[in-house]
Nanobody, 115 residues
Framework: QVQLVESGGGLVQAGGSLRLSCAAS????????MGWYRQAPGKQRELVAR???????NYADSVKGRFTISRDNSKNTVYLQMNSLKPEDTAVYYC?????????WGQGTQVTVAS
């Protein structure tokens, strides 16, 4: 079992920045991948950014150049640095971990970008 706890969400003005954190209950070095997804009201959950165990990253086109995913293995934590935030980035952001054959999710953290 893996527990994921997100933090760092909140209310920010357009153009501002936030950094989300996802702390895992075990070593993230052993995970196949970790990532961030988001779900806005009335929309499906979508991939925001993902990092494979070897460090390869991919991003949704809508966040490229603005968001950066990173990790600190010593803290078992993955981060999502979000810059130049837009109102359309408003959503609940979820941390995801792929470990062995299973997917694990955090409880989500709300990000609201005011125009």
């Amino acid at each position: 079992q893996v527990q994921l706890v997100e933090s760092g969400g909140g209310l920010v003005q357009a153009g501002g920045s936030l950094r989300l954190s996802c702390a895992a209950s075990r070593s993230i070095f052993s995970f196949n991948a970790m990532g961030w997804y988001r779900q806005a009201p009335g929309k499906q959950r979508e991939l925001v950014a993902r990092m494979l165990s070897r460090g390869y990253t991919n991003y949704a086109d809508s966040v490229k150049g603005r968001f950066t995913i990173s990790r600190d293995n010593s803290k078992n934590t993955v981060y999502l640095q979000m810059n130049s935030l837009k109102p359309e980035d408003t959503a609940v952001y979820y941390c995801n971990a792929q470990y062995v054959l299973d997917d694990y999710w955090g409880q989500g953290t709300q990000v609201t970008v005011a125009s």
